[in-house]
């Protein structure tokens, strides 16, 4: 039985240093995990507080670029009703005043009176409507 109680307590021994050797291994290990840590931790620390800086720097141009477009828009909006509304009488006025002559210049006697085709007027220009086009286009085929 002595020989016995020899094995199990060399078994024993031979177990638990190789359970020490293994604490040993685990402690270096943790240690070096440590030390690398500690510069990617604040490398990523760093990498944080730029990407923090370069979106506040983000945020105030896009505040910017929109209070520049609300600018361009109530400047839009001022130069429309300041010119849009002169423009559109000027215009009226001159399709009033071509209208006037074209219907002053009366047809001579015996002369059936041409019916005046409708125009669209675009500021600035007087274009043919489409149904005159299309009458037009019938009449020469017929």
Do not use: C, H
Request: hydrophobic share 45%.
């Amino acid at each position: 039985m002595a020989v016995f109680w020899a094995i199990l307590v060399s078994f024993l021994a031979v177990a638990l240093a190789r359970l020490a050797q293994t604490l040993r291994a685990t402690t270096k290990l943790v240690a070096d995990v440590t030390e690398q840590a500690v510069p990617l931790l604040a490398d990523a620390s760093t990498a944080v507080r730029s990407a923090q800086t370069q979106i506040d720097r983000v945020d105030a141009i896009a505040s910017d670029v929109q209070e520049v477009t609300s600018n361009a828009s109530a400047l839009s909006t001022t130069v429309a009703s300041t010119f849009g509304g002169p423009l559109v009488k000027v215009a009226a006025f001159g399709y009033g005043v071509r209208r006037a002559i074209s219907r002053k210049a009366a047809p001579e006697a015996g002369e059936v009176p041409a019916k005046p085709s409708r125009r669209t007027v675009i500021v600035g220009r007087t274009v043919p409507s489409a149904r005159q086009k299309k009458r037009d286009t019938r009449n020469k085929r017929g």
